[in-house]
């Protein structure tokens, strides 16, 4: 089986090529059975690569040529390993679930097939991301799930901010690629291949030199910064959240910028032989984690909530790489695709019941008037609290295990903190939406059953996703086995897990205290609070520095250029130009029709002529 | 030394008749100036054929030939300035310049 | 076949004139039928050159089909008896192969956007297809003279092309054009004639071979004429600079970009920016390698200066077309980085970009010359919204767009990535603040694409039809072969390899 599986992509792309070709052909119902069933193949195949990679632990290569650069070929291919498997079966199964989802949230809309076949042409790259063998192709279509995300981020065209959104999208992760694709550039000239293979054996051999390896590593890394929302280049992801609620569950929650996670985990035998890349890594993600986890405890929006803590929990996985928590990292990539992935989704369950608000101030009460959706997003709100014996718990504390044990105590006292703030504003969320009583002007309408199993089928996953590697370490010693990474396999300390439980309980009761109770005014939000409250409600006004320091010097510098452009090099021209036919007209004024000057001018000619002539003659 | 007598006769009339071309803004006294320009070559040809290096009758023949083509040309100049006087209503030279570049 | 196969430069360059006769002798009234025969008349020698990329043989760094014929000899001094002879001389390598095809190629494309010309049918494409023989010519000629008797009928024909059928100030365009053109062609014409009285030839191969030749080095060095070389490469350098074009001598493709009609600017943006970049790469690089060497990292600041200036430029453009032409000159950096890297990987970028800008400014303008016909304007604040009324341009427009800022599994990303990876080894430092120019290209092209599709649309392009199937298969051809040569780019990398290897060794690269 594990033989076809450059297979598994292909599915999404011929049903993105038979929606695009029936855009407009295609009954709803035809156009997502079209996609759903490109998915669901994938799916069904990605499971038994993933059953026959479980059984036998050899990764799988299959390349072919693809261009020569000069004495280097450059190949293209597939590259089963145990990370690629295990994204295979994510990336598809969630997807799988988000394109049944979407079926019910997009009911209705005008280009419902070309919501579809965006969905799909991500699903292909994605899957393809995940197989890629070699520098350039995870390049490629690293690229190419940045452009489905802009095009579904951008979807409602004719909204002004979703097209902002998917300009912002497309421009603040494509910084972060052009670092990555420095990084290919200096690769291939220090490594000489481009093949991830030959790339960690270069590392192991010694052949490239500390310092390289750092650049290389951080370079990369700046990459996985853009597509996964870290600091500094966090802002598109908040935004994007413009997008259809399926598009933020499925790319901007559990797959996509994940893939900047999952690159960092791809290449890490770089980032091991580099401790200064791994400190950049561990402080930049614990740093984001924080940070985000602040803004998220005063956003009114649902879904810009669920971005920042999406964004946090990203650098979570993040610090856990860079302290040596590898398996700790990808367990937590996994389990957090699930839960947030649930908590998107209901959350447009929750949008789609409050006819398209997504302003928890005008929500309320929906726990009487919705349970399924209430059950089900408190099973996510759990999950991402870190609660036992949900999944969230199992990964955080492996998380913050990692960190204690590789040494690193102020990034592991950070993360705790962060892990409170997650606990605190995610229950803040659950008791504006669902506690106290309706504030909204619409009335709450149900939700499509088609919206609702798959949320089930998620819930289910962000439960037991947790026991995979627990009581035993399966889980971590099959993902390392054969790839030189060595997993923690030291004992938990008694404490960590039981004073994390405690720590999110605190944070739910607090949440409970504050919003649950109503002791705090909800119409009190708009107004303007104290400056701590303001910072956090601008976002650091991190958006305004930016657009001060580069967009408007950018703008500012490009004003001058045009003047520049506009008058020294255009007057340059005319300059000449002007030259020219000044020259011209002296010309003609000797040409003024009167026969008599003509002669004189002859005339004078001639005895210039003679006078030199004879001068010439007697100097001689 | 004759031929110098004769020499700079002709090259009075020339200079009269070119100073005459050049200032004069009436064209049939230009024409006439023009004229005393080839009178002097004329006067040349004589000359030269009676004291030159190679004295021979063709001077004179070429002379007589000159006088009869300077006569067409009177001819056929006096022709074009009556019909310009008859087109423009002036023989001022200076009117005539629609060849202005 | 045989016949054909031997005579095939001949047969590509000319074929274009069976239309121009037959033309002739259709009424100017026609006007439907002169336009079949024209668009048809762009045909053979597409044909042809496919027949060329067929029967071209990669793997030798040659000239192929080669043909020589006598041509008239100048006697330059009596006394000694030295005499040029010139010849007509015809051939093709893997510098010249693929942009005859993407010449051939986009003429056919221009023609079909002929559509949009509105009068005097018969002369435009007479002339059209006149320009097409020089184009070919141009890329086929291995005479200095006979180059540049081709190079001058491209001038001359683009210049009433734009000068009667562009749009409201297209004479002013006309001139900036023959005005900067004129100069930089004199300027060549100059470098050549040095080049012929040095070494009394005009063919390209001989020539090459006598600036290779050590005693001809030797007795430069002793004349102390070094300077005269000097001289005719930084001509020749500022003469196809000016067609590049490289900064500053950019300002007159901008009017021409505005001003002239759609198919020309197609071609001209497509294909005429091409022959700037194949003259450095011929007359610099392959006659003067040793001399490019020195000057490699001042043509690797100008690509930086070109790429910079152009990006930042088109960002604050608020016209269409002048985002394009300043995009272009952004991009045509990228051929310099590729010059400039003096190793076959850079070489290989700079026709790679030549190729691929090509296909995607030509789909471009295309995109703008439909767009133009329905709204009558291209002015980025006038226009939003389109994708609600023209779905299907609104798509091409934003794919076109993705493939000008160097999106992976297009063309233009192969090109960007071969000229930096080139670059990198020489120069590391302005290969990476090049690569800035990636995100400004981002920044540009998504403002162009996004300001004119996204967003709300304005009540006065309600009732704005999308693209009609004429305009739609063209655009998906163009669209097709971008993508094509992004996903499997061996189809052009590998018979440009073994000549640009040659080029590159020479440098010693």
């Known amino acids: 089986m594990i033989k076809f599986a450059w297979i598994i992509p292909l599915f999404p792309l011929v049903a993105f090529l038979l929606l695009m070709i029936g855009r407009r052909k295609l009954s709803e119902g035809a156009a997502a059975s079209i996609g759903v069933a490109g998915v669901l193949a994938s799916l069904s195949l990605s499971v038994a690569v993933f059953l026959e990679r479980l059984q036998s632990p050899s990764n799988y290569v299959a390349t072919f040529d693809w261009l020569r650069i000069d004495q280097v070929m450059v190949t293209m291919g597939i590259e089963v390993d145990a990370l690629g498997t295990l994204m295979l079966l994510v990336v598809s199964l969630v997807s799988f679930l988000v394109f049944v989802y979407a079926r019910g949230y997009m009911r209705g809309d005008q280009r419902f097939s070309t919501f579809y076949a965006y969905l799909s042409l991500f699903a292909f790259a994605m899957l393809s991301l995940v197989l890629s063998p070699n520098l350039l192709q995870i390049y490629l279509f690293w690229e190419l799930v940045g452009v489905g995300s802009f095009l579904l981020i951008g979807f409602w065209t004719f909204k002004p901010e979703a097209k902002a959104a998917a300009k912002k999208a497309f421009v603040v992760t494509r910084i972060g690629d052009v670092a990555f694709f420095v990084a290919i550039l200096l690769t291939f000239w220090k490594v000489g291949s481009l093949e991830l293979s030959q790339v960690f054996a270069a590392v192991e051999s010694g052949q490239l030199a500390p310092e390289i390896v750092t650049t290389i590593a951080i370079l990369i890394f700046i990459g996985a910064v853009g597509k996964s929302g870290q600091f500094p280049l966090h802002t598109w992801l908040p935004d994007a959240m413009e997008g259809p609620t399926p598009v933020s569950a499925l790319i901007h929650a559990a797959t996509m910028v994940a893939a900047g996670v999952y690159l960092v985990a791809r290449t890490y035998p770089l980032f091991l032989a580099s401790p200064i890349a791994m400190d950049v890594v561990a402080y930049v993600g614990v740093f984001t984690a924080i940070f985000a986890a602040t803004i998220a405890l005063v956003q009114n929006d649902i879904k810009r909530v669920l971005a920042y803590s999406t964004v946090s929990q990203l650098g979570y996985m993040m610090f856990a790489l860079g302290s040596a928590g590898y398996v700790a990292g990808i367990f937590h990539l996994t389990t957090h695709a699930f839960f947030k992935a649930l908590l998107f989704l209901a959350a447009g369950a929750v949008i789609v019941s409050c006819q398209r608000q997504q302003d928890i101030r005008q929500m309320g009460g929906l726990w009487a008037k919705n349970r399924t959706v209430g059950s089900l997003f408190l099973i996510g709100a759990l999950a991402i609290a870190g609660v036992p014996p949900l999944s969230g718990f199992f990964s955080k504390d492996a998380i913050l295990l990692a960190a204690y044990q590789d040494g690193r105590y102020i990034v592991f006292l950070v993360g705790v903190l962060a892990a409170f703030l997650t606990a605190f504003y995610v229950f803040r969320l659950f008791f504006l939406i669902f506690g106290g009583s309706y504030r909204g002007k619409e009335p709450v309408v149900s939700v499509p059953k088609v919206m609702v199993w798959p949320m089930i089928i998620l819930a289910v996953f962000a439960v037991a996703t947790g026991f995979v590697n627990f009581p035993t370490d399966a889980f971590a010693n099959w993902l390392v086995e054969g790839n030189g990474i060595v997993a923690q396999t030291a004992s938990t300390p008694w404490w960590l897990p039981v004073g994390m439980t405690i720590l999110s309980i605190i944070g739910i009761a607090m949440a409970w205290i504050l919003y649950g109770k109503r002791s705090v005014a909800v119409s009190s939000f708009g107004e303007p609070g104290p400056l701590p409250y303001r910072l956090l409600a601008r976002k650091y006004y991190v958006d305004e520095i930016y657009d001060r320091v580069f967009v408007r010097s950018l703008k500012g510098l490009g004003l001058i250029l045009q003047a520049f452009d506009r008058f020294i090099i255009e007057g340059l021209v005319k300059g000449i130009a002007g030259i020219i036919s000044w020259l011209g007209r002296i010309g003609s004024r000797l040409q003024n029709g009167q026969a008599q000057s003509y002669v004189l001018v002859s005339l004078i000619g001639l005895i210039l002529l003679v006078v030199s002539f004879t001068a010439g003659r007697l100097l001689k | ?101 | ?509």
């Open chain 3, 1 to 509: 076949m045989e016949t054909l196969l031997q005579t095939l430069p001949t047969w590509i360059t000319f074929s274009p004139l069976l239309g121009v006769i037959l033309l002739l002798f259709i009424p100017r009234t026609q006007s439907g039928l002169l336009k079949g025969v024209g668009m048809l008349a762009t045909l053979p020698p597409l044909a042809l050159a496919l027949l060329l990329f067929g029967q071209f043989d990669g793997t030798s760094d040659k000239i192929q089909f080669s043909q020589k014929v006598d041509w008239f000899t100048l006697t330059l001094a009596k006394e000694s008896g030295v005499t040029g002879s010139f010849t007509y001389n015809m051939g093709i390598d893997g510098l010249s192969m693929p942009l005859i095809v993407l010449a051939a190629i986009i003429f056919s494309l221009a023609a079909v956007a002929s559509m949009y010309i509105k009068e005097r049918h018969k002369e435009y494409f007479i002339l059209f297809l006149l320009l097409e023989v020089g184009i070919l010519g141009v890329f086929m000629a291995h005479n200095l003279l006979l180059f540049f008797l081709f190079f001058e009928l491209t001038l001359v024909t683009t210049f009433f092309l734009i000068g009667i059928w562009g749009y409201l100030s297209r004479e002013k365009a006309a001139n900036h054009f023959l005005l900067y053109n004129g100069i930089g062609s004199a300027v060549m014409l100059i470098a050549f004639i040095v080049l012929f009285f040095l070494t009394q030839t005009m063919d390209f191969a001989e020539l090459k071979a006598i600036l290779a030749n050590p005693d001809f080095l030797q007795w430069i060095k002793e004349a102390n004429l070094q300077w005269l070389l000097w001289s005719t490469l930084i001509g020749i350098l500022i003469a196809f600079g000016v067609k590049l074009p490289i900064f500053p001598f950019h300002s007159w493709m901008l009017r021409v970009h505005v001003e002239a009609p759609p198919s020309v600017v197609m071609l001209h943006s497509g294909v005429m920016l091409k022959m700037g970049a194949y003259g450095l790469l011929r007359f610099g690089v392959e006659l003067f390698p040793t001399y490019v060497k020195e000057i490699a990292t001042l043509l690797a600041i100008l690509g930086l200066v070109n790429i910079l200036y152009g990006a930042i430029l088109a960002f604050r453009q608020r016209d269409l077309k002048r985002v394009l032409a300043y995009s272009s000159i952004s991009h045509m950096g990228f051929i310099l980085f590729g010059i400039a890297s003096l190793n076959v990987i850079g070489l290989q970028g700079a026709v790679f970009q030549a190729v691929s800008h090509g296909f995607i400014s030509a789909l471009l303008f295309f995109i703008i010359a439909s767009l133009y016909e329905r709204t009558k304007t291209t002015m980025i604040d006038e226009l939003g919204g389109l994708s609600q009324v023209m779905p299907i341009l609104s798509g091409i427009f934003l794919a076109a767009a993705l493939a000008l800022l160097g999106l992976p599994g297009m063309s233009g990303f192969i090109s960007e990535l071969l000229a930096f990876l080139g670059l990198f080894d020489r120069a590391p430092v302005i290969a990476v603040i090049g690569a800035l120019g990636l995100i400004l290209a981002t920044v540009y092209a998504l403002r162009a694409v996004l300001s004119t599709t996204f967003g709300a649309l304005a009540t006065e392009w309600k009732n704005v039809k999308d693209t009609r199937i004429v305009e739609t298969l063209p655009m998906l051809l163009l669209l097709g072969l971008i993508i094509g040569v992004g996903i499997y780019p061996s189809v052009l990398s590998d018979p440009m390899q073994a000549t640009l290897q040659m080029i590159a060794s020479r440098m010693g690269g």
């Open chain 2, 1 to 101: 030394m004759p031929v110098t007598s004769y020499l700079v006769l002709a090259a009075i009339l020339f200079c009269i008749g070119l100073y005459g071309v050049l200032t004069k803004r009436n064209a049939v006294i230009v024409l006439l100036s023009i004229e005393l320009m080839l009178s002097a070559a004329n006067i040349n040809f004589v000359a030269f054929s009676k004291y030159g290096l190679y004295a021979n009758v063709t001077g004179q023949v070429f002379s007589l030939f000159s006088i009869a083509v300077t006569a067409a040309e009177a001819a056929v100049g006096l022709a074009i300035l009556i019909a310009l006087y008859r087109r423009r209503g002036t023989v001022e030279m200076d009117q005539f310049h629609s060849l202005k570049g």
